[in-house]
């Protein structure tokens, strides 16, 4: 969907007008009837109210209060409403009339009618009867320029990106595959893309990536990515690391049935956030310096795959021994966390779809964060997760938690006790770092069994919009 500001009021389209309740009685296009009804709907507490005239839909957002998240999020589902709405009438454009509320809420609108709209149609054959009609939207307000509905715009679009990238079935995305995804992304959007293959990932001795991989057929990949604005406001970079399992079985500790593997799929949502993150951040030429590392493969039972108490070396020559090969996540992440050493970071988050314990923490509502990084920056996490209502919930990591980690033949085990996974996995992630780091587990939000206001069934594309909104105002 195209978002565009109009040039000048228009009584040809469906629209929908933000007003304060004062200016009910200055709405252009209305019965006296109608005002008098918009202002009898208002005095009894409704904001979202929809008048149908013939063809045409009106709807009313009239707003009291100022922007605080709670509000932002709402107005994104009236988006999200008025898209549904739109298409089920056919009419393929829409627009948004200011009349005096803040820009934040105008720009939320659109961000929800936008990412509300989102279709992953690729493997329907009737792909075009099912397309949605609305294809542009305008807005009219005099508050926001060209290059705020362009920012708008190119986060939808990484958004959505990410959530394509999700919903690609493991048929389609390859480790391989998906890094050619990657290049296609850097190429589009303005950042470069390396490539390590399976010769060069064996001489950089990770021995996480190389051991998940040992079940597949298909070769893994490690892939970097880098954005640096001429006019960057951090020496040295922000690496951003994403898991990107394409498809998770277990390994040869299968996960059980039934059900537990139909969303494996989306084991690569960690990578997929960053993808798109890296995306809209040079889409929209933020002055930073960024680096994204994505260790990518499928994890499966099969040729020499690895065995539970079969140790492995990690490229900083830390030995763990593996006892559960469904605990995979942390292995590969492990030797992303030890290549992003030699950039001296000024922060590194990784980002995935790592323990199953996260979602029994905090549901599908949030995601569970940890790490080494100071009480700022977590504080501005929290603070962009309720912007964009991509929320997060921080753990701690004491040391009680890394001893269960520990191992009777190696370093370290990939295994913790019966409680807590989510932070005994974080607990072995931070044995890799020496950097001030974030470990984002996504595993609850990453992924949507139903439709939720304007997060679809399937991929959510969750974590693009958080990191997005805490590196632009973090630095």
């Given at each position: 969907?195209?978002?565009?500001?109009?040039?000048?009021?228009?009584?040809?389209h469906?629209?929908v007008?933000?007003?304060k309740?004062?200016?009910?009685k200055k709405?252009?296009?209305?019965?006296?009837?109608?005002?008098?009804?918009?202002?009898?709907e208002s005095?009894?507490g409704k904001?979202?109210?929809a008048?149908?005239?013939?063809?045409?839909?009106s709807s009313?957002c009239?707003?009291?209060?100022?922007?605080?998240p709670?509000?932002?999020?709402?107005?994104?589902g009236?988006?999200?409403?008025a898209?549904?709405?739109?298409?089920?009438?056919?009419q393929?454009?829409?627009?948004?009339?200011?009349?005096?509320?803040?820009?934040?809420?105008?720009?939320?609108?659109?961000e929800?009618?936008?990412?509300g709209?989102y279709q992953?149609?690729?493997y329907?054959k009737?792909r075009?009867?099912?397309?949605?009609?609305?294809?542009?939207?305008?807005?009219?307000?005099p508050?926001l320029?060209?290059?705020?509905?362009?920012?708008?715009?190119?986060?939808?679009?990484a958004?959505?990106?990410?959530r394509?990238?999700?919903n690609?079935p493991v048929?389609?995305?390859?480790?391989?595959?998906?890094?050619?995804e990657?290049?296609?992304?850097?190429?589009?959007?303005g950042?470069?893309?390396?490539?390590l293959?399976?010769k060069?990932?064996?001489d950089h001795?990770?021995g996480?990536?190389l051991?998940?991989n040992?079940?597949?057929?298909?070769?893994?990949?490690?892939?970097?990515?880098?954005?640096?604005?001429?006019?960057?406001?951090?020496?040295t970079?922000?690496?951003?690391?994403?898991?990107?399992v394409?498809?998770?079985?277990?390994?040869?500790?299968?996960?059980p049935?039934?059900?537990?593997?139909?969303?494996?799929?989306?084991?690569?949502?960690?990578a997929a956030?960053?993808?798109?993150?890296?995306s809209?951040?040079?889409?929209n030429?933020?002055p930073?310096?960024?680096?994204?590392?994505?260790?990518?493969?499928?994890?499966?039972?099969?040729?020499n795959?690895?065995c539970?108490?079969d140790v492995?070396?990690?490229s900083?020559?830390?030995?763990?021994?593996?006892?559960?090969?469904?605990?995979?996540?942390?292995?590969?992440?492990?030797?992303?966390?030890?290549?992003?050493?030699?950039?001296?970071?000024?922060l590194?988050?990784d980002?995935?779809?790592?323990t199953?314990?996260?979602v029994?923490?905090?549901?599908?509502y949030?995601?569970?964060?940890?790490?080494?990084?100071?009480?700022?920056?977590?504080a501005?996490?929290?603070?962009?997760?309720?912007?964009?209502?991509?929320?997060?919930?921080?753990?701690?990591?004491?040391?009680d938690y890394?001893?269960?980690?520990?191992?009777d033949?190696?370093?370290?085990?990939?295994?913790?006790g019966a409680?807590?996974?989510?932070?005994?996995a974080?607990k072995?992630?931070?044995?890799f770092?020496?950097?001030?780091?974030i470990?984002?587990?996504?595993?609850?939000?990453a992924?949507?069994n139903?439709?939720?206001?304007?997060?679809?069934?399937?991929?959510?594309g969750?974590?693009?919009?958080?990191?997005y909104d805490?590196l632009?105002?973090?630095?």
């Amino acid at each position: 969907m195209k978002i565009k500001k109009a040039a000048a009021k228009t009584t040809s389209h469906s629209r929908v007008v933000f007003c304060k309740p004062r200016d009910i009685k200055k709405l252009e296009g209305l019965t006296k009837e109608e005002k008098d009804f918009l202002v009898t709907e208002s005095e009894s507490g409704k904001d979202w109210i929809a008048i149908h005239q013939l063809n045409r839909l009106s709807s009313f957002c009239i707003l009291k209060d100022a922007a605080s998240p709670e509000l932002l999020e709402k107005v994104r589902g009236y988006g999200n409403s008025a898209q549904a709405e739109i298409n089920k009438m056919a009419q393929n454009d829409f627009l948004c009339v200011n009349m005096g509320v803040g820009k934040e809420i105008i720009l939320s609108f659109v961000e929800g009618m936008a990412l509300g709209s989102y279709q992953f149609l690729k493997y329907r054959k009737d792909r075009e009867e099912r397309k949605n009609a609305l294809s542009t939207l305008h807005v009219l307000d005099p508050l926001l320029k060209e290059s705020d509905l362009e920012e708008v715009q190119n986060l939808v679009r990484a958004t959505c990106l990410a959530r394509d990238l999700v919903n690609e079935p493991v048929s389609y995305l390859t480790a391989a595959t998906f890094s050619k995804e990657m290049q296609k992304a850097g190429k589009a959007h303005g950042f470069s893309v390396k490539v390590l293959h399976k010769k060069e990932i064996e001489d950089h001795k990770m021995g996480g990536l190389l051991a998940v991989n040992a079940g597949s057929i298909d070769p893994p990949t490690f892939n970097i990515m880098e954005y640096k604005s001429p006019k960057a406001k951090n020496k040295t970079p922000i690496v951003l690391v994403g898991k990107g399992v394409v498809f998770d079985t277990g390994g040869l500790s299968l996960k059980p049935t039934p059900g537990s593997m139909d969303e494996m799929k989306c084991d690569m949502a960690g990578a997929a956030a960053v993808v798109g993150a890296m995306s809209a951040i040079a889409a929209n030429k933020l002055p930073l310096y960024v680096i994204a590392l994505v260790p990518s493969t499928d994890n499966r039972p099969g040729m020499n795959a690895v065995c539970p108490q079969d140790v492995i070396t990690i490229s900083d020559g830390t030995t763990v021994e593996v006892m559960n090969t469904d605990a995979e996540g942390r292995l590969i992440l492990a030797d992303a966390l030890v290549y992003a050493k030699k950039y001296k970071p000024q922060l590194v988050m990784d980002f995935a779809t790592l323990t199953g314990a996260a979602v029994r923490a905090v549901g599908t509502y949030a995601s569970a964060v940890m790490g080494t990084a100071n009480d700022r920056e977590f504080a501005k996490l929290d603070k962009s997760g309720m912007q964009v209502w991509e929320r997060n919930m921080r753990f701690p990591l004491w040391k009680d938690y890394g001893d269960e980690m520990k191992s009777d033949v190696a370093d370290l085990k990939n295994l913790g006790g019966a409680n807590a996974g989510h932070i005994s996995a974080g607990k072995f992630l931070e044995h890799f770092t020496d950097y001030p780091w974030i470990h984002v587990d996504i595993a609850g939000p990453a992924w949507s069994n139903t439709a939720s206001s304007y997060r679809p069934k399937g991929g959510t594309g969750v974590g693009v919009r958080l990191i997005y909104d805490f590196l632009k105002k973090g630095i």
